[in-house]
């Protein structure tokens, strides 16, 4: 009876093992893809704070004596719909509020649609920035969140401001914030035309000038050390009749106008789930300059004059402000501590969450289904061997 009962326990602890091993497979191969998603109950608030530096009256872009600080809250909201979300597909509302007391008080509401798995944005009639009106393509770009398993490599996120991406690259070296391990990225983007739907959003608060009379550019030019009305002068012996034409309808008609954005800043960002648990050194730089196809025939007209000083200077001025703006105004602005402090506890739960998920049930279930195997073998070893010698 004894061998008997042996036998069989040593039977069904075998099978046990290999039905523990199984679901280990099984729950790593199905139960991880299904469990580990972005959740549709996400329902953060986080706050920034920093100043907003303003560099020219912005109704007429003249330039100010000394910049002008104002100071700077932002509220971010940033909430999961799950009534319009889905198995595959999360649908994510953003709301900014930004503070700057005796200059604006404004809210600003995007809409993301992102993979649940790959954290990616994914093309989605429903995603918008700015305005449901201005849908957008983000795909399949980051932002929000950067990846599951995030890795110390180059990753593209996606800026509402300039309706594209840019490279969030990472800084060589392991830190920690608010207790949490994180790897922390950087950006250092030249400025970049602004989209038509940001400038529209500025325009609600402050006056962006679409275009201005040559008179108004004046002071601003001058303070990047270009005179037109001197270099017309230069030029006045030399200019053919065809550029003299063509330089007078550019003096003389308003100047159209772009605007530009340049920005910098830290992100650190948990691996495990890809949240961003703080932003910090955050500049934002709007500027202004003649539109291109302005500065580009003036520059035309110029080149065909390499016997005067003034025009050849002009022209290397006018191109050097193409890559560096007429500053307007810059926002500057952190994370607050408490909101790194407060995100970083909710970013620990998610991560001891996904843990929980990937790594300790399917190592559990391993390591059990093994242990069966193990005992079972053995007992059957045992038993043959005990048999052997009766």
């Keep these: 009876m004894g061998g008997s009962t042996a036998r069989r326990v040593a039977f069904w602890s075998t099978v046990v093992g290999v039905v523990l091993v199984v679901a280990s497979m099984v729950w790593t191969a ?59 597909r999360v649908v994510v509302d953003e709301s900014l509020r930004l503070v700057a ?54 990753h593209t996120v996606y800026k509402n401001e300039i309706a594209t991406t840019y490279e969030a690259t990472p800084i060589a070296g392991s830190t920690s ?28 608060v402050v006056e962006l000038p679409s275009a201005v009379p040559v008179a108004t550019l004046e002071p601003l030019l001058a303070a990047q050390g270009i005179d037109l009305v001197a270099t017309q002068t230069a030029l006045l012996a030399s200019l053919s009749p065809e550029d003299t034409s063509a330089l007078l309808a550019i003096l003389e008609a308003p100047v159209p106008i772009e605007y530009v954005e340049g920005f910098s800043g830290a992100d650190a960002v948990e691996p495990t789930t890809g949240a961003i648990v703080e932003v910090s050194n ?53 994370q607050t501590e408490a909101s790194v402090v407060d995100t970083a506890a909710q970013v620990a739960d998610d991560r001891d969450q996904i843990d929980l998920v990937s790594d300790t049930v399917p190592g559990v279930l391993l390591a059990l289904g093994i242990a069966g195997l193990f005992g079972g073998g053995l007992g059957l070893l045992l038993d043959r061997r005990r048999r052997r010698r009766v």
């Design 101 to 154: 007391a005796g200059l604006f008080d404004t809210t600003q509401t995007n809409r993301y649609v992102m993979d649940r798995r790959s954290m990616e944005n994914v093309a989605d009639d429903r995603a918008y920035a700015f305005t449901d009106a201005n849908v957008v393509d983000r795909s399949p770009a980051f932002r929000l969140t950067f990846p599951l398993s995030t890795d110390a490599e180059t």
């Design 282 to 334: 955050v500049v934002e730089s709007v500027g202004a300059r003649p539109a291109p196809e302005v500065t580009a025939e003036l520059v035309e007209i110029l080149s065909h004059y390499p016997n005067v000083p003034l025009a050849v200077e002009t022209s290397e001025k006018l191109q050097a402000l193409a890559a560096e703006p007429i500053a307007v105004f810059e926002n500057r602005f952190s």
């Design 177 to 204: 914030v608010a207790g949490l391990s994180v790897i922390e990225f950087e950006v250092d983007q030249a400025p970049v035309p602004i989209s038509p739907a940001y400038q529209e959003a500025l325009g609600a």
């Design 30 to 88: 199905a139960a991880i893809p299904a469990l580990v998603r972005f959740p549709t109950d996400l329902d953060r608030t986080l706050t920034y704070e920093g100043v907003v530096r303003v560099h020219v009256d912005p109704t007429t872009l003249a330039p100010l004596s000394e910049p002008v600080d104002y100071p700077l809250t932002i509220e971010r909201h940033v909430q999961s719909v799950a009534s319009d979300s889905s198995t595959d």
